[in-house]
T-cell receptor, first 110, second 113 residues
């Protein structure tokens, strides 16, 4: 299975942009890149996903490297409510299993 | 819509006891799944179902049984609880197995003594 590598933790100041990196050097052509986040004491929450092109939604942006071996989740203006563990997950289009790693714990400072 | 609901929120069992964790969704989702999350780790898939009457094993199925008699409900049964099953259990659902957005329940925190 293709694996992802994320930093264990990151810090950000409130109202500043945050760039959360993810390396996935063994990604295959059919793997979608998904991002979920988990707020304290809650279940994971979908953030965004993409295949090759950069993607934007109301929560975040996803920048995917041209060779697809890395990606970056961008929170444009971090708020205190964005403090969570962020998971970068590869999921093949025909695979039911989402393999969560340990994720990146984002701390947002006021 | 209530979304994905799970009961109970907390449970303490003794080794060898059995119990059923309940999961229900009111979004008419075909795909449902169970994950466990151990402290400081990501989620691992236990079992999943692509529709009523169809279930399959995930990454860590041993010690757990599931059935899917209705679209709405997907209970997880622990046959003989062991301390290694102490974990937080999450149920998730989505429209289809290939759907990109899965909806997760609030979790059940299980302790096995």
């Amino acid at each position: 299975d293709a694996k992802t590598t994320q930093p264990n933790s990151m810090e950000s100041n409130e109202e500043e942009p945050v760039h959360l990196p993810c390396n996935h050097s063994t990604i295959s052509g059919t793997d979608y890149i998904h991002w979920y986040r988990q707020l304290p004491s809650q279940g994971p929450e979908y953030v965004i996903h993409g295949l090759t092109s950069n993607v934007n939604n109301r929560m975040a942006s996803l920048a995917i490297a041209e060779d697809r071996k890395s990606s970056t989740l961008i929170l444009h203006r971090a708020t205190l409510r964005d403090a969570a563990v962020y998971y970068c997950i590869l999921r093949a289009y025909n695979n039911n299993d989402m393999r969560f790693g340990a994720g990146t714990r984002l701390t947002v400072k006021p | 819509n209530a979304g994905v609901t799970q009961t109970p929120k907390f449970q303490v069992l003794k080794t060898g006891q059995s119990m059923t964790l309940q999961c229900a969704q009111d979004m008419n989702h075909e795909y449902m799944s169970w994950y466990r999350q151990d402290p400081g780790m990501g989620l691992r898939l236990i079992h999943y179902s692509v529709g009523a009457g169809i279930t399959d094993q995930g990454e860590v199925p041993n010690g757990y049984n599931v059935s899917r008699s209705t679209t709405e409900d997907f209970p997880l049964r622990l046959l003989s609880a062991a301390p290694s099953q102490t974990s937080v259990y999450f149920c998730a659902s989505s429209y289809g197995a290939r759907d990109n957005e899965q909806f997760f329940g609030p979790g059940t925190r299980l302790t096995v003594l």
